[in-house]
């Protein structure tokens, strides 16, 4: 996502999101304490999963939509523009 727009900050929330969950490797003692491991990992994979698919989804735009859909706002605050 960084590379898609380098020139500016990905907004820090869903930084920290990712940085919670990415990297994290499962271990078959987390059973024990579920939510507490898994969270972040699927966190993280959630978001940055629904970012592609809007940047996929909205790629392809002459101009911004009239009408600001859910999604191309979420892209907007992903780069702190709106």
């Avoid at 059973?31 to 990992?41: A, L």
């Avoid at 959630?46 to 002459?62: G, K, N, T, W």
């Amino acid at each position: 996502m960084r590379e898609l727009l380098p020139e500016r900050e990905l907004n820090f929330v869903f930084e920290n999101v990712i940085s919670d969950g990415a990297g994290m490797v499962f271990n078959l003692r987390h059973n024990r304490n579920w939510d507490k491991h898994t969270r972040p990992m699927l966190e993280a994979f959630s978001h940055a999963r629904f970012m592609i698919e809007m940047a996929v989804r909205y790629a392809d735009l002459p101009e911004p939509p009239k009408t600001l859909a859910s999604g191309y706002g979420a892209l907007l605050y992903l780069y702190d523009l709106r």
